[in-house]
């Protein structure tokens, strides 16, 4: 706060140096100081927000919020019409939204990116090696092709696509696109891996983001749950839209979902029928509940075998990545014949992924198939 004081009286007092007047003030009001005094950040409210206790804030929609301090990374403390308060904090954005729609992508951008800024989520993507060693060895096998040009990696990570088209593939430049503050660290190890000259680590949002030249190549690794689930793929299309050259390539160069019918009864026989005897004890009114948890959540890490599948694996999606568009991304109603006895037992739908690493190399177009 601010605090005003009047000037009321002006006292001359004799000194050997001279004159000197002494001022008597009195203190008039206290008040909030105003933006310009403080020089506040500015935020507005995604949406509205009842205060719990006197220490907080009420929030409206839209409204202006003057942030004073940001006590931690929940709780802020704000000043808002001239009251202050603590408001929560990711109620707040930098940006003014403008419509509803807006404020829902605020949300979900704000879900999306916090996750892939947890260092466990990149430690899970870069301990699946058969993915990883296939981008590597794709990148290493096409030094020839990619010697010399500039790389856009879309959603780079901690970098290490854009480590291996600049320390592998010998890429003259690369900008490494992230929108999560995994970018903060992506420069780090950049910069501890002596490859600051050749990569240059862009904190932004892909279909935001603003290049200086257009690119010879996109790279991404955008597959998700269901190969597309988090369309992080529309980034790769709108980036190579506005960034790539006629003649550039994207990596990987398609991608085809596959769908087939199978049974997982050893799973079903260590969580369901475990319970129909237990030590001598029949614990079957739990299988309800086992079942519940079974089936209400994908199985993960299941070895499926060739005699678990009930039919021939069906492609129900396929696209080019240089061609493909959004509208293309859109999943049909797909049919397959299945037995009335398989659908009896039928216990689990397997989905595998298949993505392709293709080098354009002396002309030919030189592709590597990766199960996911």
């Not at 004073?68 to 904090?89: F, I």
């Not at 490494?176 to 780090?188: L, N, R």
Request: aromatic residues 8%.
């Amino acid at each position: 706060y601010v605090r005003t004081y009047v000037m009321s009286e002006l006292q001359p007092i004799d000194s050997d140096a001279g004159i000197v007047f002494t001022a008597s003030c009195e203190a008039v009001s206290d008040a909030p100081p105003s933006e310009a005094q403080l020089s506040l950040d500015v935020y507005y409210s995604l949406s509205d927000y009842t205060a719990s206790d006197d220490t907080q804030l009420d929030l409206q929609q839209g409204e202006k919020v003057a942030v004073l301090e940001k006590v931690n990374n929940t709780w802020w403390w704000v000043e808002v019409s001239g009251r202050t308060g603590y408001v929560p904090a990711n109620h707040l954005t930098t940006d003014n939204p403008i419509s509803a729609s807006e404020i829902d992508d605020i949300w979900q951008d704000g879900e999306y990116f916090s996750s892939y800024a947890s260092l466990k989520l990149h430690h899970e993507m870069l301990s699946d090696k058969p993915r990883t060693e296939a981008y590597r060895s794709a990148i290493q096998n096409a030094r020839a092709f990619i010697k010399g040009k500039v790389v856009l990696d879309v959603g780079s990570g901690t970098g290490v696509l854009s480590m291996f088209c600049a320390h592998l593939g010998g890429a003259k430049k690369v900008y490494s696109v992230e929108a999560s503050d995994m970018a903060d660290h992506s420069k780090e190890l950049v910069k501890h891996n002596c490859l600051s000259a050749e990569i240059e680590v862009i904190k932004a949002r892909a279909e935001r983001v603003e290049l200086p030249e257009k690119v010879d190549m996109i790279v991404s690794e955008w597959m998700g749950t269901l190969l597309i689930f988090e369309m992080m793929l529309e980034a790769v299309i709108i980036s190579r839209d506005k960034w790539l050259k006629e003649d550039g390539v994207v990596w990987p160069s398609g991608a085809r979902l596959f769908l087939v019918p199978c049974s997982a009864q050893q799973c079903y026989d260590e969580k369901i029928s475990f319970w129909d005897n237990v030590y001598g004890f029949e614990f079957s009114p739990l299988k309800q509940v086992a079942q519940s948890d079974l089936f209400g959540r994908p199985i993960q890490n299941h070895i499926v075998r060739e005699e678990d599948c009930f039919s021939e694996p069906l492609c129900i999606l396929t696209f080019d990545t240089r061609t493909v568009t959004v509208a293309n991304l859109e999943l049909k109603e797909t049919r397959n014949n299945i037995t009335e006895h398989h659908m009896e037992i039928l216990a689990s739908m397997c989905i595998c992924t298949c993505f392709l690493l293709a080098a354009v190399l002396n002309g030919e177009d030189q592709r590597r198939d990766v199960v996911n």
